[in-house]
């Protein structure tokens, strides 16, 4: 099965791909590698899912809002490159969780983002290095920001 | 119009590239991609703007601290590469708030640098994917901290 | 002298190479560029030195607690790579702190990483560009993540 293939057999509908929030690209081709901007929380609607995690979203909520950013850079490849096949490899993602100052659990939410990737382009391919780190504040007031490298075919 | 000389058009004042803080290098070439450290609010006197977004500054007042920053990163690239004309174009930019907890307008801040870089290198090439997010505290207590990558002629 | 020479005469214990915290790889290698992801505290026993700098740990053991950063990503970095001799060069480092919101000596803090990796691989090879930041929370509740990006020969 092709990225394409495995991604519509999830069930899962893709937000639109989101205007950038300021001067930058949502997505650049250098070579053969696709840097994808900082995404957030992006709904079908437009609007975002905002909160605080630990506060106003537990860790499972917060996990949900994970695979939401990961759809929308989704949506992003899908827009600036055609189709989810161009992509031949996750190489990096940068995960920041908008937390209390107690909260641990980062690996856990950005899992949400990283399953999604790992069941469209597969166990080895859907797998890069992963950072997860808590910020205090993130525009807009959404609760997980991710922002990813992926390498092209 | 070059990039040195769109820049000079601007009438700015760049401020001394930075020292290292630490051990680290401020650029560093590594195939035809220059990558920047980190960079502060350092003003032409040598001193940096300091305080916390949402509190002691407001979001005009930070975004020209954004300025500041890039025209730091300006004053990094002429150093070591002697032109800013050796840009071929922005790839990334990756700028952290020092802010208060419920700060949400992080993109208009760094759109401080961002519109910088757009000015120098167009607003194609001096456009690149970027994140901002809110950070609880940076080096000296500045407000606002940018690191970058650029692709080289 | 090699790294791996260098590296034994310092006369330090590399802590296990850490198990992943989520769905993501602890090294990738891409072309002629090994990705590290974000790497915590880990001590030899496989637990984690917790707390946040500027309350629990003052900036000096913080300092160690990123030197244990950097052993954990040479543990890293010889299982994958089987050697450090593997490595050209660092490029890149990205070091988080978690801190109160009035820290200030981020770099020194990062410091601890940054001189473990100059003494193993030299004053030019061993530093490249770095970014040192405060965030309020990280995994576990460690103090003090670093990711990284190096060169291979």
Same mark, same amino acid.
């Given at each position: 099965?092709?990225?394409?293939?495995?991604?519509?057999?999830?069930?899962?509908?893709?937000?639109? /791909?989101?205007?950038?929030? %300021?001067?930058?690209? @949502?997505?650049?081709?250098? +070579?053969?590698?696709?840097?994808? /901007? %900082?995404?957030?929380?992006?709904?079908?609607?437009?609007?975002?899912?905002?909160?605080?995690?630990?506060? +106003?979203?537990?860790?499972?909520? $917060? !996990?949900?809002?994970?695979?939401?950013?990961?759809?929308?850079?989704?949506?992003?490849? !899908?827009?600036?490159? =055609?189709?989810?096949?161009?992509?031949?490899?996750?190489?990096?993602?940068?995960?920041?969780?908008?937390?209390?100052? +107690?909260?641990?659990?980062?690996?856990?939410?950005?899992? =949400?983002?990283?399953?999604?990737?790992?069941?469209?382009?597969? +166990?080895?391919?859907?797998?890069?290095?992963?950072? $997860?780190? =808590?910020?205090?504040?993130?525009?807009?007031?959404?609760?997980?920001?991710?922002? $990813? @490298?992926?390498?092209?075919?």
């Amino acid at each position: 099965m092709t990225p394409e293939q495995r991604f519509e057999k999830l069930g899962l509908t893709l937000p639109p /791909s989101p205007d950038p929030l %300021g001067v930058y690209k @949502l997505l650049l081709i250098d +070579d053969n590698h696709a840097y994808i /901007s %900082g995404h957030g929380t992006l709904k079908e609607d437009g609007t975002w899912i905002v909160g605080k995690v630990g506060a +106003d979203l537990d860790p499972e909520t $917060a !996990k949900l809002a994970a695979q939401q950013v990961g759809l929308a850079i989704l949506a992003t490849l !899908k827009k600036y490159l =055609g189709s989810l096949d161009r992509v031949d490899r996750v190489i990096k993602v940068l995960g920041m969780v908008n937390a209390v100052p +107690d909260f641990t659990r980062h690996p856990y939410v950005i899992n =949400g983002c990283s399953e999604l990737f790992a069941k469209v382009w597969g +166990d080895d391919k859907g797998v890069g290095v992963r950072s $997860a780190v =808590g910020v205090n504040s993130l525009p807009e007031g959404i609760p997980v920001e991710i922002e $990813a @490298l992926f390498k092209l075919n």
